[in-house]
């Protein structure tokens, strides 16, 4: 044998085992192949990682033990590991979730009804600096993988023991910014072969990053878009909104009448009142020129509060006024009920940091 090929064998052993959810269905049959097992036995693994979210190679109890040995030297389950907690008086709960690398992010159970939502991350931090919101605050940690996005929708749905109804890729981060593992995060998600969760029950939420709207436009699946506008006015949205500066309100008012051209399918614009910034009267007629006339809906949301942040949420009494005005001219808009607010589980309220323990 040659030097480097002991060499090349050394390194082999010493590198680090691949994450079972990096590997596609092909790389997990040559494993298993390899293995000497028949080609029934993917199905079976994949079941136990995708569907059962198996945490331990030991809960895979159809397999035979000696398989499950040669998987446990072959591969890792990886997994997010818990490392907080905190229940809400409304039943929400969030998660501070820690990947192997140490890296962590939030997510956030809400219950309603019999119906389970889940608001999940696509990155640790965010580089889009939005003045109102914590998580842009630290910048961006890294994208996260497509596995990591989905094991936080898995893990929710382990702890509400109940199953998921609807995800929104709202949490830390921006989607568009992470586009193909976002993509496949929500293939696998709809996927009868993962989490089952209906393309129109699974929605994105970007800043407006323009590129990438058109592309998700020429998506076959029927997956939702939500657009955090926050202000109609090119000055205002560009001081709230730093990070999408570079794609004008003109530019995005063109490319969301080709998404609906392109889909049908109607997009949400996210618009969090801001006391004496973007819910003045001059903002508001903004708001209304730019709706009118499309198929958008308005979710207009009370700015939560930020510790540190200079700003202050809209009143009630406000935010009917935007939601009467927006119906004169034909546009739908509702007020969204804040869920996890006790918490810092609400919209814009998500940063890696340590939760208090809500044991």
């Known amino acids: 044998m040659r030097a480097d090929d002991g060499q090349n064998e050394a390194s082999e052993k010493n590198a680090p085992l691949r994450d079972l959810h990096s590997l596609t269905r092909g790389e997990l049959a040559e494993l298993l192949s390899s293995l000497g097992q028949p080609a029934f036995r993917t199905k079976q693994v994949e079941e136990w990682v995708w569907v059962k979210n198996a945490q331990s190679f030991d809960e895979m109890t159809n397999l035979p033990k000696s398989l499950r040995e040669e998987l446990a030297r072959h591969v890792t389950l990886g997994g997010a590991e818990e490392i907080a907690r905190q229940a809400s008086i409304d039943g929400s709960r969030k998660y501070l979730l820690r990947f192997p690398d140490g890296v962590s992010v939030e997510c956030v159970g809400m219950p309603s009804g019999n119906r389970l939502s889940v608001c999940a991350s696509t990155q640790a931090g965010c580089a889009m600096g939005c003045a109102f919101c914590a998580t842009g605050s630290a910048g961006l940690t890294r994208s996260l993988t497509a596995s990591e996005i989905y094991e936080q929708v898995m893990h929710v749905r382990d702890d509400f023991n109940t199953r998921v ?3 929104v890729l709202m949490g830390q981060g921006e989607p568009f910014m992470n586009y193909d593992e976002t993509l496949r995060a929500l293939r696998r998600l709809n996927s009868p072969d993962g989490a089952g969760i209906g393309a129109r029950h699974l929605t ?3 800043c407006g990053v323009i590129p990438q709207i058109m592309r998700f436009a020429n998506e076959p699946e029927q997956f939702t878009l939500a657009v955090s506008l926050h202000s109609a006015v090119q000055q205002t949205r560009n001081a709230l909104m730093p990070g999408v500066r570079k794609y004008s309100l003109i530019n995005l008012y063109s490319a969301m009448g080709e998404y609906v051209a392109k889909t049908g399918r109607r997009p949400t614009y996210e618009y969090a009142l801001i006391a004496g910034v973007n819910d003045t009267d001059n903002e508001l007629q903004a708001l209304c020129d730019f709706c009118e006339g499309t198929l958008a809906h308005v979710n207009l949301i009370q700015l939560n509060d930020v510790e540190g942040s200079k700003f202050r949420p809209s009143t009630q009494l406000r935010a009917e006024d935007f939601v009467r ?19 810092d589980a609400a919209c814009g309220q998500l940063k890696q940091r340590s939760l208090r323990s809500g044991r």
């Open 165 to 167: 109804t609807s995800v």
């Open 204 to 206: 994105v939420s970007t």
């Open 325 to 343: 005005r927006l119906a004169r001219v034909g546009v739908e808009a509702t007020i969204r009920n804040s869920r996890g607010s006790d918490i």
